[in-house]
Structure formats: structure tokens, C-alpha cells
């Protein structure tokens, strides 16, 4: 089977799993292994004390969690970067001289806006606008901090939209998406497929196809999942979508390099 690449325990402030629970679920569930990518997004709008954690302690307990079922899942310690120009240099201080096996780069803000609160909706732009608006965000912030391994939900936004028809599709932002695809390719960064985002609007495989087009070969999947039953959601249809999308292999990482998984 294959990895669930993000997921989020206790250790994230807006996660309600106990690691191990995450893991008994990924277990149950045939997965392969799973990443607990918890948050490190410093100074985040109106949550400035949140979505950090200790990352000694992080690494003392996932530790005591790999031994204990060593025999039954591979886990992965790893982190999820949230990129903010004015916090560059404290990020970079905060997550570097840890032994990750995978590090996520995220935008989480926009314009020091959250998605998921009311006030980053009310200005009335359309859909077009805004969405643009935030993937040109995403370019901005991957140029300026690109120490990760995989960009994470480049669709982020739409699962909090307010429009009658939230979904994304590849050909309204063909331009700037294949900006952001060059870019991350070149720098050997992958791809995330996230299943939080796509059990609430559907993937355009367009998207996928493009990054294939373009020459990307690192593609990740992950369910986002802040408590146990959603670990590996959708998974099965994913991976579908994927394999008739022109994917051979998706990846999860060890270490901070990838290993390509067969899809079958």
C-alpha cells in the first residue's frame, strides 16, 4: 500500500489526534506509512502563539512511536513549514538541525489572511481574482523559501470559498500554475495531492496532467487528516484518479529523498 504524507497529531495546535491513534488508523487501514507533518507557521493572524511546537519533544515521542511498531507501519517525522516573508530567518532557525524525513512548504496565509475566516472573503472580488491573487502568493513565497520537499495543497483556498462553484481548474490559471510547476521542478520539489481538498471539490486532473507534461516526477499524497478517521481518506478513488491521469508512481521520502512507490 502506499503513505499517507500529511497528517497532523497533538502536537498541532488545531489537531484533535493523538499520534498513536493516527497511527492505529493508518494500521487498520493497510497503509504503508504515515508522516506527521505538524505545523510550524509562525506568527500566524490572530493565532500568534499557535501552530508552533516543541520540536525536542516532538522527536522524543515519535521516536518511543516508531520503535512500538516498527514491525507494522513505517512513520515518518517530518514537519510542515507555513511560509511568511517577515518570519523567514526565525522559520529557518526553528525547523534546521532536525533529523525530518520529509518537510512540507505551505501557504497558509495570504496577505496575512486567513481562508478559513470570514474577513478574507468579504471583500467581494470574484473567484478568478482571488484565486490568482493566491497563487501568485504561493509563487512569491516558494521564490523566497524553497528549503522544503514538496509544496503542499496549491489549491488551498477553495476549501473554504464562498462561490456558488468553488472548484479550480487548471486552464482559468494555466499561466501561473505552470510558473509555479517550472519553478518547483527545477529545484527538485514535488508535487502533493491532497485528499482533504479533493473529498470537498473535485481534482481537476488537467493539473495533473500538466505537472507530468512539464516534467514533474515527484508526486505525494496526503490526507491532511486532524483526527484518526481521516487518515488515508479517499485514498483508493485518488489513486485511481491518478492512475488514469498518466501516474506511475507516486513517492514518499526518507530522509528528505524521495522512493518512488509502483501504483497498482
Not at 508552533?52 to 512513520?75: A, C, G, N
Request: one cysteine or more; a negative charge.
Amino acid at each position: 500500500m502506499y503513505y499517507d504524507m500529511h497528517t497532523h497529531s497533538h502536537f498541532s495546535t488545531d489537531s484533535h489526534m493523538e499520534m498513536e491513534k493516527g497511527i492505529l488508523s493508518a494500521i487498520n487501514k493497510n497503509l504503508s506509512g504515515i508522516a506527521f507533518t505538524d505545523h510550524i507557521d509562525i506568527d500566524f493572524t490572530n493565532r500568534e502563539d499557535e501552530y508552533l511546537f516543541d520540536l525536542d519533544e516532538y522527536f522524543v515521542f515519535i521516536d518511543k512511536m516508531i520503535d512500538k511498531y516498527k514491525d507494522k507501519i513505517k512513520i515518518l517525522r517530518a514537519v510542515e513549514v507555513g511560509i511568511q516573508d517577515h518570519v523567514l530567518e526565525e522559520t529557518k532557525k526553528k525547523v534546521q538541525g532536525y533529523p525530518h524525513d520529509f518537510v512540507l512548504g505551505s501557504t497558509h496565509l495570504f496577505h496575512r489572511l486567513d481562508p478559513y475566516e470570514k474577513e478574507f472573503w468579504d471583500d467581494g472580488r470574484d473567484k478568478k481574482a482571488v484565486y490568482l491573487d493566491c497563487l501568485e502568493c504561493i509563487y512569491k513565497n516558494i521564490q523566497i523559501y524553497n528549503d522544503f520537499d514538496v509544496l503542499s495543497h496549491l489549491d488551498y483556498q477553495v476549501r473554504n470559498a464562498v462561490y456558488e462553484d468553488n472548484r479550480f481548474f487548471y486552464n482559468d490559471y494555466s499561466d501561473l500554475v505552470d510558473s509555479i510547476f517550472k519553478f518547483i521542478i527545477e529545484k527538485g520539489i514535488g508535487f502533493e495531492i491532497n485528499t482533504s481538498t479533493y473529498s470537498k471539490v473535485p481534482l481537476d486532473t488537467d493539473l495533473v496532467k500538466r505537472y507530468l507534461e512539464l516534467g514533474g516526477e515527484i508526486i505525494t499524497i496526503g490526507s491532511d487528516a486532524h483526527y484518526p478517521e481521516n487518515v488515508g481518506k479517499i485514498f483508493p478513488e485518488i489513486i485511481e484518479i491518478l492512475k488514469n491521469s498518466g501516474v506511475k508512481y507516486i513517492a514518499h521520502y526518507i530522509e528528505r529523498k524521495p522512493v518512488f512507490d509502483k501504483l497498482v
